[in-house]
């Protein structure tokens, strides 16, 4: 693979502090880099240098750097809902990939479905334009799971890109579209020299059961069930401490969600906010994470029962694969039920409480069920390896191959467009032309 030259092009800052589609592209960057390949990300500056690594490097997203990074490199591998921003992508005379491991357009409608009707109306349309764009114009799709690979196979054949030629000559309509899960790193998540939690944090002592939320809090979560199983067990085992590890996402472009209230209402309302339940502040570095997870005993992860959920690939589970934490978890996506298959989750219903409490009871008291679900996680974490996982891209950008012809991006940018343009107005009648102001601020690509 010596001599080619990827770009990637990621719509999350690249910095200290990154969420799942930046370390998603980080991580495969690497990979395809120790392969003796060339590889660019084009994306916004976050806070702090990000762990790029050697062969990668970062120039930013915008229109102009896309333009000239498209006529040097031999093929693209492009985030979801970033085509309809940047239709050059969608014109560049190279193959292009595109990674749909995230179903965006399922977590629009989550996030938005109780806004303005105008506003959600616009978001959803320009979140669909985007998503017909890429599925036509894509020269191969990524995903995370068969089951994700079922969802994107139906949307290739509702832009009659599966054809009986095609069919005919690749049966498994592999080449179309590909599995690629979001993996974990080489090794284990290891403590630091000094604890970050333990004895550190006021009220989390050295000898204290950790429940640990890793990740955002998003809006498709129900963080305040667990808050709310923590509460049933807090009189059976005091010395709980559930723990949602950072509670603001780190691209500052986005509104904080809701479920961080959620959850601190129900903490709140029972009594046991900064006694058995604490919300940290801010969002912990990409490369100190595995420090936070290895003082932890459960990784804990809860959601609504919601499409998202079913086609979710949910990357905190991983990281308790990685820590080799027990998980509890509310069941219904992938992830979730290849770790309790593997003997590495106990699985309640979404909405039930008492079975999540149940669920921790378990990990947090049997030490024969904890040391099966460490063997169980780290079974896990060693199939989902970065090296692993990446394989499909590594011999993709070996032999890129063109197999769409360019179509034209004006419905997406149209979608886009219409999108902000109600966001706009609604944020200019209820908050006035200050608030527009900042928050088209915060929505302008960051170099």
């Known amino acids: 693979m010596t001599g080619r030259r990827l770009l990637v092009v990621c719509g999350e800052p690249l910095g200290a502090r990154m969420a799942g589609p930046a370390i998603r592209a980080v991580e495969l960057a690497r990979v395809v880099a120790a392969g003796g390949a060339e590889v660019t990300i084009a994306a916004p500056a976050g806070?702090?240098?990000p762990p790029l690594g050697g062969g990668v490097s970062r120039v930013p997203l915008s229109a102009a750097s896309l333009r000239r990074e498209l006529k040097q490199v031999d093929s693209v591998l492009c985030g979801a809902n970033l085509m309809g921003r940047f239709p050059v992508i969608a014109r560049a005379d190279v193959p292009v990939a595109v990674d749909l491991y995230d179903p965006v357009l399922l977590e629009?409608?989550?996030?938005?479905?109780?806004?303005?009707?105008?506003?959600?109306?616009?978001?959803?349309?320009?979140?669909a334009a985007n998503l017909r764009l890429e599925v036509a114009r894509a020269d191969v799709l990524f995903c995370a799971s068969e089951r994700q690979r079922e969802l994107w196979l139906g949307a290739l054949r509702a832009a009659s890109r599966l054809t009986i030629e095609a069919y005919r000559d690749d049966p498994s309509l592999g080449d179309l579209c590909r599995v690629m899960p979001f993996?974990?790193?080489?090794?284990?998540a290891t403590r630091a020299a000094a604890p970050v939690l333990r004895g550190v944090h006021p009220g989390i002592g050295p000898d204290d059961v950790v429940a640990i939320w890793g990740g955002g809090l998003h809006e498709w979560f129900a963080p305040e069930l667990v808050v709310e199983a923590t509460a049933q067990l807090a009189a059976e085992l005091p010395a709980l401490r559930l723990v949602f590890r950072g509670s603001a996402p780190p691209n500052r472009a986005l509104q904080p969600h809701g479920a961080a209230d959620r959850a601190r209402a129900a903490a709140e309302a029972a009594g046991i906010l900064d006694r058995n339940v604490f919300l940290l502040e801010g969002w912990v570095p990409y490369e100190r994470r595995g420090a936070y997870l290895a003082e932890a005993d459960?990784?804990?992860?809860?959601?609504?029962?919601?499409?998202?959920?079913r086609y979710a690939w949910r990357t905190r589970l991983l990281d308790y694969a990685w820590a080799r934490l027990p998980v509890a978890a509310t069941s219904g996506d992938a992830l979730s039920e290849r770790l309790a298959a593997a003997?590495?989750?106990?699985?309640?219903?979404?909405?039930?409480?008492?079975?999540?409490?149940?669920?921790m009871r378990a990990l947090a008291t049997d030490a024969a069920r904890r040391q099966r679900a460490v063997d169980g996680a780290a079974a896990v974490a060693e199939e989902l390896r970065w090296p692993r996982v990446a394989a499909p891209l590594v011999d993709w950008v070996a032999r890129p191959t063109r197999t769409a012809d360019a179509v034209s991006p004006l419905a997406a940018g149209a979608g886009q467009l219409r999108m902000y343009a109600a966001k706009g107005w609604h944020t200019l009648r209820e908050e006035g032309p200050a608030a527009t102001v900042r928050r088209a601020g915060r929505y302008r690509d960051r170099a």
Not at 109 to 127: N, Q
Not at 302 to 308: L, M
């Open 298 to 309: 459960i990784g804990v992860s809860a959601h609504r029962d919601t499409a998202e959920t």
């Open 108 to 127: 629009a409608a989550e996030l938005y479905r109780d806004a303005p009707p105008a506003v959600a109306g616009a978001t959803l349309a320009a979140a």
């Open 343 to 359: 003997g590495a989750a106990e699985l309640a219903a979404p909405g039930d409480v008492a079975g999540f409490a149940a669920a």
């Open 47 to 49: 806070e702090g240098a």
């Open 183 to 188: 993996g974990v790193p080489e090794g284990w």
